[in-house]
């Protein structure tokens, strides 16, 4: 009975301590499980912190340079007509009215005079259009007590050699509130500056965009570090990256500032005056505007579930399971747009040449054009930049008369192609029932200045020459001056006047003058002075000339050839940068009649 006892004492025993291991190995896998889903839990809400950060960071980027993107696009587009113009003062009201109405970023424009460049206006001439709460008003606004020569944007603009984004000030004089000035130099015909035009871009569009993103802080910064936007609007233009940084106890604010102002990327740890942690992921915002913007995540926010892992393990593997599921079926998505975006490219890049094809299929490509006609010889080329492109030539006899014409649409792709297509399909009706080049002008003018609501315009050569008794007359709305090669290489004379779309109702000049048999005209876009080889030098009007100059008694046919093959020599394969035309039109000898 004893030795039962002991038996059983012992088998008692060696059970209880089988059942504390086994307790204890599973209270160390539980923990072990637990520190090892704490880990990865914890580096995986970090890469998630990471992600989100680069998220947010890329789509304020995005949202910024689409504001300022569309300032320079507009502003970028009306230098050229103001600068054809600056010296009819009051046609520039009517430029800076169109560029406000069709432009809602823009709050308001002025364009900044030179001190004393109209006599009568005096050192100040600031025209001034902009929005307030009766709508657009338009006002001059320079004065002694609105000294815009001594404005920091004024000076900086000057010294630019293009485009400028100034620092955010308070406009008392204009918009009458907090702006950012996109600002561009304007010079008249010898190249001098004359004034400048200033875009104003009011910064209260930004109070919505920044401040508190569901628990993170969004801070953009000024090029000098003015805080533009940030959760306390107490600090907004009145706080500097700089004073921020002597405020705080944690040294790494000021090396993260620093950061910031140079237009570094990166991201730290940084600890309140409380004693807080947070986790800031700063970058520079693209584009020439200097600003810089962090996003905070504090650190009590990014880990409070996590804190609490050990109450709510069950929750957290099912939160696990659904993350992984929209891990999963992100994933999936994501691959489907990708193969979307794919299929839509491809669908995309077969439209155009589509419609690369039909848009040529409209340009005259037969030569000579007029086998019955003797009078006349003609070459062209067109070769556009991108699939589809902005330049047209066009010719068409009527009545014993030749009726041609060159234009050049400002930008390039669809837009351009689009403004080409409606050009030339203008030219032809209006031209089939007009004979003068400055009235087929000025009606193309008035029908595409009342579409043209994303400020493109044309420069165009209309020319109408008369075969009988070689007179030409043209008109020239800003394009390049043709060339006459006869007795001697020269450009034709061209009064200025503005490109087509830029303004209704304006009256194109008619100029006129007479060409003797033999003589040969070319005409052509800036493609071809302007085409660069892969070190950015352009072609050039010596080189064209010097072209001309050799081949002064060449059919249109072969000197076209010879300025497209010195031409592509020299640009040596560099990649083509706009559209190149040219048209080549010579005289023979008038009608027997």
Known sequence: MKIDRTVKHWWQTLQARSGMAILLVAALSVQVIAAVQYIFARDGIRDEVNRRARSELHVKNLEIQRVVGDVETAVGNMQWALERSIAHKDSIY??????????????????AFE?????????????????????????????????YHQAEWYRTALAADGGLWSEPYIDDAGSLTTVC?????????????VGVLCCDLSLDWLTDRFGLQDNAAMILASREGRILACPDKTQVMQVTLQEASQYSN??????????????DSGHAVVSGNDGEKGYIYYAPVEGNTGWSMAVIFPDKDIYAGLRRVGSYLTIFWIFCLLLLAFIIWRTVVNVRKLQAVSAEKERIGSELKIASGIQMGMLPKTFPPFPDCDEVEMHGMLVPAKEVGGDLFDFHLRDGSLFFCVGDVSGKGVPASLVMAVSRSLFRTISARLDS?????????DAMSEMNESSMFITLFIGVLDLQTGALA???????????????????????????????SWQFS???????????????????TEAENAVHGQFGEQRMAEVLQANTTASPHQLIDQMNATVQHFVDGAQQSDDLTMLAIKYVKPLNR
């Open 115 to 147: 001190p004393n460049y109209f006599a009568k206006e005096g050192r100040w001439f600031e025209p001034y259009v902009g929005r307030d709460s009766t709508g657009i008003v338009s006002r001059q606004i320079g004065s002694s007590q609105h000294d």
């Open 474 to 504: 043209y008109s020239n709305a800003g394009h390049c001056p043709p060339v006459v090669l006869g007795s001697n290489v020269a450009p034709l004379s061209l009064d200025a006047n503005i490109p087509v779309g830029v303004m209704p």
């Open 94 to 111: 009517g430029v800076l009215q169109r560029l406000v109405e069709n432009n809602s970023e823009i709050r308001g424009c002025a364009v």
């Open 250 to 263: 944690d040294s790494m604010v000021g090396h993260v500032n620093r950061a910031m102002l140079a237009g």
């Open 510 to 528: 008619l100029q006129q003058t007479f060409i003797t048999p033999g003589t040969l005209v070319f005409l052509y876009t800036d493609g071809l």
């Open 181 to 193: 000035s996109y600002t561009l130099p304007l010079h008249d015909r010898q190249g001098r500056t």
């Open 437 to 445: 080049p400055d009235q087929i002008m000025t009606q193309m003018n």
